[in-house]
């Protein structure tokens, strides 16, 4: 009755049993759960070699060893490819390999037992896996961070260091051997350590994280500015028991924030010293400071200007179109300048300069501004403006009644002339001297008459010298003006070589260059040297610097310069006196000349002849 309970109980166990019998390791008791497992097939009395089963060759292998051996053995989450499970997913099970003996204790068989483990195999080797990915991200996490360029630490709640990486090694020059937690606060600056190590006590007391500045001894001795950050680890609900914290270098940059600190003083300082109203302003264009001389010429506070305060100081017909126009160079970039009245603190208007420039950096466009006071200096232009023009309009009556003058004047002079030549011709003297009186006389109405065609000359001159410029051809012009000198060229058999291939053309005005070739070729021919025909060469040529220039060279009586080669020529002035002249040609010339931007150049030598450089622009 006993055994019947007992083969039932076993029979319907959730583990696998068997026994297996003889050498032949022959099927005998088999129970439900190893019927399932074995796949039904397991007819008592059958080997379990020549049966087929799903055991592999080693376990078949095993089991016959433990038979002849008689010692058993367990074989710990075996892998079994049942049949009559998924192949896709293998099962484990624990198997233990029990002999069975007589009471003479010989070998009768083998008692097996399978228990099946697969869910907590499966969760070793998950387990397993999750340990194998957690040491390769370890891995790398620690190349990480002791390849990047900072000191990374762990301490615990107490602030012990669990982990430094090699950096804090390198940085302080400590050996590998050092004692971090005892060192590491002695490498502090003397005047941040206290304070260093109560916020990190004081974070780790409260379970928050840290962020400060200190100053770290390096390996050379120098102490430089670190950045110290950690985090807790947290782990709700419990509290934390672990910080993890990086500590970077930041000295070069404290250090220039140092510097760009005291300069935005000394700037500020630069600014407020200066006596004119500075101002910055966003790229929106609203002003957000003013320097405190702004206050003091104005009268009012930044807080009373306002962003836009500087519109409202200025005079109210032209405020409208100041702020039309600061808009418009706010929405464009552009330079903002005009000239405009503003109100000073007792009420007075003056006029200022008020500029604007925008800066674009780092930080995005910003506006400075300036506001400079003119109002002397505009007042005085005005003045000085007006005295310009009574000046001109005097010098155009000066002109007027000159050119007027010398006009009236030439018909006197016309009638002189004929009565003499009528006196001459007709009259007769018993006076010796006769001749010398008349020549005295015709050479007196000769120089009277030249005198007022130079002074008609000069003041027409004067007018012309303000005649519009355009592209002219130096050989036409040049050749008109020989037109107007056939006779005298003629006369004296002159010998006049125009060489303009150089800088053939010239944009002047056509008069001036009439007027400047006619002096300087007509003085030649005029001063030539009495033993010889006169040689005169115009050449039009570029100097060094790509100007054009005018080169008028001849073999005459030549000068006596005090101050070559730039000398000044005045109103009738002579060199040669005993040559019939007035002395206005060269003035004019180098009048002509300085007036349109350029300047006269003379070199000469007596009885050799004249240079004429003009440089018609600097």
Not at 16 to 36: D, H, K
Request: proline content about 5%; some cysteine; overall charge negative.
């Amino acid at each position: 009755m006993r055994e019947q309970q007992l083969q039932s109980i076993l029979r319907h166990m959730p583990a696998g049993i068997a026994t297996l019998l003889g050498p032949e390791l022959r099927y005998g008791f088999v129970n439900e759960a190893m019927q399932a497992l074995l796949g039904g097939n397991t007819p008592e009395g059958e080997p379990l070699a020549t049966h087929l089963s799903p055991l592999e060759a080693d376990l078949l292998e095993v089991m016959q060893q433990v038979y002849q051996s008689g010692r058993p053995y367990v074989a710990k989450a075996y892998r079994l490819p049942l049949a009559a499970f998924d192949e896709s997913a293998p099962r484990y099970f624990d198997l233990a390999l029990e002999p069975l003996h007589d009471e003479n204790d010989q070998t009768l068989g083998l008692l097996l037992f399978a228990v099946d483990v697969t869910a907590q195999e499966e969760a070793r080797q998950h387990a397993h896996e999750l340990a194998l990915e957690t040491r390769r991200l370890d891995a790398r996490l620690r190349v990480l961070t002791e390849t990047a360029p900072q000191i990374t630490f762990t301490t615990d709640a107490a602030g012990a260091y669990e982990y430094v990486s090699p950096q804090w090694y390198y940085f302080t020059g400590q050996p590998p051997t050092a004692d971090v937690n005892a060192i590491w606060p002695l490498l502090i600056h003397p005047d941040d350590r206290l304070r260093v190590l109560y916020q990190s006590d004081t974070a780790r007391a409260n379970g928050v994280g840290w962020n400060y500045e200190y100053r770290l001894r390096r390996h050379d001795g120098q102490y430089r500015w670190m950045l110290s950050r950690a985090l807790p680890e947290l782990h709700a609900p419990d509290k934390p028991v672990f910080w993890h914290g990086a500590v970077t270098e930041v000295h070069d940059q404290r250090e220039l924030a140092e510097a760009l600190r005291r300069g935005e003083a000394e700037l500020q300082f630069l600014a407020d010293s200066i006596p004119q109203l500075i101002w910055t302003a966003t790229a929106e264009g609203f002003i957000d400071y003013y320097n405190q001389h702004t206050a003091e010429y104005t009268g009012r506070s930044t807080q009373d200007l306002g962003p836009t305060g500087w519109i409202s100081l200025l005079e109210p017909r032209e405020q409208a179109a100041a702020a039309r126009r600061w808009v418009q160079c706010v929405g464009t970039g552009e330079n903002y300048e005009g000239l405009y009245q503003m109100r000073r603190h007792d009420g007075q208007y003056r006029w200022h300069i008020i500029r604007a420039r925008q800066l674009t950096d780092t930080r995005g466009p910003r506006w400075f501004g300036a506001c400079t006071d003119v109002d002397d200096q505009h007042r005085l232009r005005e003045v000085l403006q007006t005295q310009y023009d009574e000046l001109a309009r005097t010098n155009r009556d000066l002109d007027t009644f000159v050119y007027t003058a010398s006009h009236d004047l030439k018909q006197p002079l016309f009638n002189l002339r004929g009565l003499f030549d009528e006196l001459h011709r007709v009259a007769t003297f018993s006076d010796p001297e006769q001749e010398v009186l008349i020549q005295m006389v015709d050479e007196a109405l000769s120089q009277f008459e030249g005198t007022l065609q130079d002074l008609a000359a000069t003041v027409q001159n004067q007018r012309e010298l303000a005649a519009p410029t355009e592209t002219l051809d130096l050989r036409s012009v040049a050749e008109e003006v020989l037109l107007g000198l056939r006779a005298q060229v003629e006369e004296s058999e002159a010998v006049v070589e125009l060489q303009m291939s150089q800088a053939p053309t010239l944009t002047y005005g056509r008069a001036n260059l009439r007027s400047v070739l006619h002096n300087l070729i007509s003085n030649a021919l005029k001063f030539a040297h009495p033993e010889r025909a006169p040689h005169i060469v115009v050449r039009s040529e570029l100097s060094e610097t790509g100007q054009p220039q005018l080169l008028v060279q001849d073999n005459g009586l030549g000068m006596n310069l005090q101050t070559e080669p730039t000398p000044a020529f005045h109103n009738f002035e002579r060199q040669h006196p005993r040559i019939s002249g007035a002395g206005v040609g060269l003035y004019l010339v180098q009048r002509i000349v300085d007036s349109r931007g350029g300047h006269l150049a003379v070199t000469s030598k007596v009885n050799e002849g004249t240079s004429f450089l003009v440089h018609w622009f600097e």
